[in-house]
T-cell receptor, first 115, second 117 residues
Framework: NAGVTQTPKFQVLKTGQSMTLQCAQD?????MSWYRQDPGMGLRLIHY???????DQGEVPNGYNVSRSTTEDFPLRLLSAAPSQTSVYFC??????????????FGSGTQLSVL | AQKVTQAQTEISVVEKEDVTLDCVYE???????LFWYKQPPSGELVFLIR??????QNEISGRYSWNFQKSTSSFNFTITASQVVDSAVYFC??????????????FGIGTKLQVIP
């Protein structure tokens, strides 16, 4: 019963460094997404994917890259980290591509600090 | 555009008081879905309830109840006889279709509830 697995749990970067946040799910879900959580801003959608090879931008995509080469994995890449990207990141998955009453399955989050 | 408004950013209540968390949403879709999630201090996101746009029946689950009113685009959450363990951030969320025809889940900014013993 792994569900959605995110790694790492904590990360500190220097401005300009790059890194990849990993997300994997073992439920064969089509839909995967990345959110960032900031105080007073709630959860904002960064990127999402509706299947292998299909990705699209969310509300706050700038500075982030994604790809979906397999159903299971949906990594989030920070190309050149900036202090504004200090946040808590959540990966989430769902069985459905369309609007649905299926809940989102969340990972445990990654706390990222960019100095 | 989709939007979820949680006007109450922080609420403090004394234990055993009732508390209602407000959620107002905007969508152009006629079919949509609403959710509440809880984020306790440990940080994980816990699903509480879902509601379809075509089902306005209110729901009660123990001390929790939800009032869905399409006429006012609201999906409010009431905790009866609050307990310290209810202290958390509560998020309201809306699932509908984005311009590409795929699911988009939009969250409110969350309401931080503190229950004081």
């Amino acid at each position: 019963n792994a569900g959605v697995t995110q790694t790492p749990k904590f990360q500190v970067l220097k401005t300009g460094q790059s890194m990849t946040l990993q997300c994997a799910q073992d439920m064969n879900h089509e839909y995967m997404s990345w959110y960032r959580q900031d105080p007073g801003m709630g959860l904002r959608l960064i990127h999402y994917s509706v299947g292998a090879g299909i990705t699209d931008q969310g509300e706050v995509p700038n500075g982030y890259n994604v790809s979906r080469s397999t159903t299971e994995d949906f990594p989030l890449r920070l190309l050149s980290a900036a202090p504004s990207q200090t946040s808590v990141y959540f990966c989430a998955s769902s069985p459905a591509r369309l609007a649905t009453n299926e809940k989102l399955f969340f990972g445990s989050g990654t706390q990222l600090s960019v100095l | 555009a989709q939007k979820v408004t949680q006007a109450q950013t922080e609420i403090s209540v004394v234990e055993k008081e009732d508390v209602t968390l407000d959620c107002v949403y905007e969508t152009r879709d006629t079919t949509y879905y609403l959710f509440w999630y809880k984020q306790p201090p440990s940080g994980e996101l816990v699903f509480l309830i879902r509601r379809n746009s075509f089902d306005e029946q209110n729901e009660i689950s123990g001390r929790y109840s939800w009032n869905f009113q399409k006429s006012t685009s609201s999906f409010n959450f009431t905790i009866t006889a609050s307990q310290v363990v209810d202290s958390a951030v509560y998020f309201c969320a809306l699932s509908d279709l984005n311009s590409g025809g795929y699911q988009k889940v939009t969250f409110g900014i969350g309401t931080k509830l503190q229950v004081i013993p």
